[in-house]
């Protein structure tokens, strides 16, 4: 990200109905260019200048002795200041952004610009801003500011997968060749081999099976009495079954030493006597040798007693200052008699190739988000510094921008009435939210610690219901 411009303009009622033309120069293409366009006040209240601001209005349009009716006496109730935002790029016309928001980010790209505006590389040429002043209020001022910043493609791309799935070699029902196809049949990029305590089926995860159906990262379920690990990556055998509460902490240790990754599954499901070890009831000492906790589990997450009390504990665990990254796993067993609500998780990897390598990266990054459906593309923005999922930032206000995505696996969620209308920010402080309007989101906070990104929205029928959730961005 580079800044290419900033400024700030100030108005007043002699600028109404002129244009503030704003022109610069690119040196070189990017993925994509930003406005952050924002302005205030947008409404004065003042009964006595209102009154006769609209005294005056109605003389000038010859309403006169005109009776008004409430609907007419509704809009003359306050002032409001607009200045909309239009643009060019080589003296051709690129679109306008004719809306009420005093605070919009605009992006322009050849992928896919924000309503209003055509398509359209973010090239190296010469570029105008046209201010349109269509109401500036009397006897106050307005004042204006605009940063333009140009951004490169994200160095990670996220790609979907299932993390938790099982077959024949424990208790699943699947051929391990029959989970693969159905894991591509869903639109994952990859899935995680998760047996219960077995490797075995590793061997059938060939690379002409993985080539003719999607990568997969090798696994196993730890299925201990006292809880369920998932190990992912390890390249030498660790012991599951001796483990007590006491001493888990030797246990990570020895699975961080070998290479892998490991991540709580499930920790609130009913233990016994409906399953036993289903609970997690091991005494964590060190958490940093635990990579990741599953915060959802099963289909329809969201639905499950078990995931509300999953995400309350991650969230106490962030607060004590641990680095955890999230992840949804289907604990899937066979095939399904009805596609149900299913959830993914994406993990950010080098220009989105999917590999068993780049996957278990982006888990020891906290490159991860889940969702049921809807995508996000995440970054926080502290001047001219920048960061995404996984990364750390200074103390301090923050600007978090969430681009979301509404097409991507489509066909396997939006029979479900999913739909994105607010994007929140959360952090040990609370929650910002902020309405969805179909362009890219930025929300003001402040950096304290850790921070995720959270979509709410429709699901079946219901309302403000959870649709996605972030690995954090952390702050020192």
Known sequence: ??????????????????????????????????????????????PELVAREVAQGMEKSGWTGRKLFPADMDECKVLMNLVTFSLDYEGEYVGCAHRHDPEQVIVISEHGSSSGFFARKAAKGKWKVVLNVHAAIPEHELTYHLTVMGCDKPDYAYRPFEMHTHTRHSDGRFQVAELAQAARDYGYAGFALTDHNTEAGQAELTPELEAQTVPAIRGIEWTTFFGHMLVLGCHKYVDWRFALPEDIDTYTAQIRENGGVAGVAHPFNIGSPMCTGCRWDFKVKNWENITYMEIWSQENPMMRTKNIMAMEWWTKLLNEGHRLACTAGRDWHCRDTEPPVLSATYLGLPDGNVTEQNALDALRAGRTYVTLGPTMDITARQGETSGSLGDTLHTGDCEVYVDVGETERREHWARWGIAVRSVAVTGPNGTVKAPYTGELCRIKTQGDRWLRVELYGDKQGQYDQLLAVSSPIYFA
Do not use: A, G
């Open 1 to 46: 990200m580079e800044i290419l411009l900033q400024k700030e303009i100030v108005f007043t009622v002699k600028d109404n109905r002129t244009n503030y033309c704003i022109s610069f120069e690119t040196e070189r293409d990017y993925d994509h260019l930003e406005f952050v366009c924002e302005y205030s006040p947008k409404t004065i209240s003042d």
